[in-house]
């Protein structure tokens, strides 16, 4: 199947472009993304075919009806690597933990957040294509936290694959650092900038708009690509972990075959989200997708009243801070498939324009017949960690989010899953600031082993073995010196 353009074509670009093109270079026409040109209809045969599969082989199945061209073998290699998940037969098990709310816990692989279910494959496909192709590609990214550590680990040595990683330099937790700064492998940089997120995020930019940068490129041949989640490569194993939920509750007799249920998605860039509204659109029996937002409520305010407005907004930092956004790119691709490529391309030059865009009475009624949203807070957060703790069950801040729309937007007598997308590891503090009704600031270490103790809870060896992890990136530098830094590193 060939994929085609959000804000339509510019008469340079080619208008159809394959899945693999796509992915290496995931930027179309007039700053739009790559969708499928049709969505597979899958519908229930497909659930009932899949029942007593793996979640590989629904994994498999799910790409072959894309139809991408990618080898069978270069698929079996990338799906391979949710066998370094905790359970090799279910990277994302789903449990119950209320009357009608399951939880599926996306965190089991290598970084403990569930940017490994999508980067993991990914970074595999990426880099075979890359090696057929005989071509070497620059991966840059910038990282509030999870999505670095996620890269740097499944781009690792691979062949043909550079990658540069900039964080704000103690703009993350200590685990998230330690988990970039130690990675080890020579096609790896990783550079802390002085600074916050923003100015590496503003840095990044200034490296992909610098004709100096692209010339330094070009004299090695190396060209660049992006893992972030505009690029489809990702989206495309985000949309079988839902239609696994799906399946688990009717393996665990929860639910009938073609019953309906909630998704509820703790969302900051829609990239999960959005993989849950492609399975709805497939013919899976989902009667709705649930927004979680925190304090920065931009997704809350648009499925609400149809306005996307960030004029004069700040970001406000929370302790779900891979929540923290005021652009969420994966909400484009839901606008062009509702709306179609014209109303999307009005649609992002209004935002990136004027910083406002806004749906019509009718478009905004469309949209809330997939999708309802709250925010809260960090204070109802910890709050529900709490609460959660009293029952035994250990839960992250981001997942926190979840409850809120849980208690709020479900209006119909049907089960609920929602996403866990990160172990309590990765953000202890917090979790024992619930714990202990207090404000302290605790350092990583000692939260891990407190909340380890009181709660007798597992440290993966991932996350405790970093403690002892030789440091092999400590470059930290001004946003000034990055371009610089960068060219030595790929020359
Ligand atoms: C990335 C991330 C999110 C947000 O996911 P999107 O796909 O960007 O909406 C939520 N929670 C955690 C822990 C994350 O790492």
């Not at 449990?95 to 996306?106: N, S």
């Not at 499944?154 to 988990?179: H, W």
């Not at 005021?326 to 391309?345: A, M, P, Q, W």
């Amino acid at each position: 199947m060939n994929f085609i353009e959000t804000r339509g074509n510019d008469g340079i670009k080619s208008s159809e472009v394959t899945f693999s093109e796509a992915i290496l270079n995931p930027s179309a026409s007039f700053g739009g993304l790559y969708v499928p040109k049709d969505l597979p209809n899958l519908g229930l045969d497909f659930v009932e075919s899949h029942i007593s599969k793996t979640y590989k082989e629904l994994a498999y199945s799910l790409l072959k009806a894309f139809e991408i061209d990618i080898s069978e073998s270069d698929i079996n290699e990338a799906l391979d690597l949710y066998d370094a998940f905790d359970d090799a037969q279910n990277p994302c098990p789903v449990q119950k933990i209320k009357k009608d709310l399951f939880v599926q816990e996306q965190y089991h692989g290598p970084t403990r957040a569930f940017k490994d279910m999508a980067l993991q494959p990914f970074g595999s496909i990426l880099s075979s294509i890359a090696k057929a192709k005989n071509e070497k590609y620059l991966i840059l990214a910038a990282t509030s936290g999870d999505t670095g550590p996620a890269a740097l680990n499944t781009f690792k040595n691979k062949e043909g694959i550079q990658v540069a990683c900039m964080y704000p330099s103690g703009g993350t937790s200590d685990v998230q650092r330690l988990q970039m700064v130690c990675e080890d492998g020579d096609n790896l940089k990783v550079i802390g900038i002085e600074g916050n997120f923003d100015d590496a995020q503003a840095a990044l930019k200034n490296l992909l708009a610098s004709q100096s940068f692209k010339d330094e490129l070009e004299k090695d041949g190396i060209k660049l690509s992006a893992a972030n989640s505009v690029n489809f490569g990702r989206i495309i194993f985000q949309i079988v972990y839902h239609i696994h939920s799906y399946i688990e509750l009717v393996k665990q007799d929860e639910i009938k075959l073609g019953e309906k249920i909630y998704l509820i998605v703790p969302s900051g860039n829609f990239g999960n989200a959005l993989g849950g509204y492609y399975a709805k659109k497939m013919g899976i029996p989902i009667e709705k997708i649930l927004i979680a937002s925190n304090e920065n409520n931009i997704l809350t305010q648009w499925i609400n009243t149809g306005i996307y407005d960030i004029r004069g907004k700040e970001l406000i930092l929370t302790k779900s801070p891979a929540m923290d956004i005021l652009k969420s790119s994966n909400i484009e691709r839901v606008l062009y498939d509702l709306f179609g490529d014209k109303r999307t391309k009005e649609f992002m030059t209004d935002l990136n324009e004027k910083e406002i865009f806004q749906l019509t009475p009718d478009e905004l009624a469309v949209l809330q017949k997939e999708f309802s949203a709250v925010n809260s807070d960090d204070s109802y957060g910890k709050e529900i960690i709490q609460n959660f703790l009293d029952d035994g069950y250990l839960m992250d801040p981001h997942t926190a989010t979840c409850l809120k729309a849980y208690e709020e937007l479900k209006d119909q007598d049907l089960k609920a899953v929602m996403y866990s997308t990160a172990e309590w590891t990765k953000f202890s503090p917090t979790v024992l600031n619930a714990l202990n009704k207090d404000d302290n600031s605790y350092a990583d270490k000692e939260a891990l082993e407190q909340i380890s103790h009181k709660c007798g809870a597992l440290i993966p060896a991932q996350i405790s073995a970093l403690f002892e992890a030789k440091i092999k990136h400590d470059t930290v530098i001004d946003k000034a010196d990055i371009e610089e830094e960068i060219i030595k590193f790929i020359s």
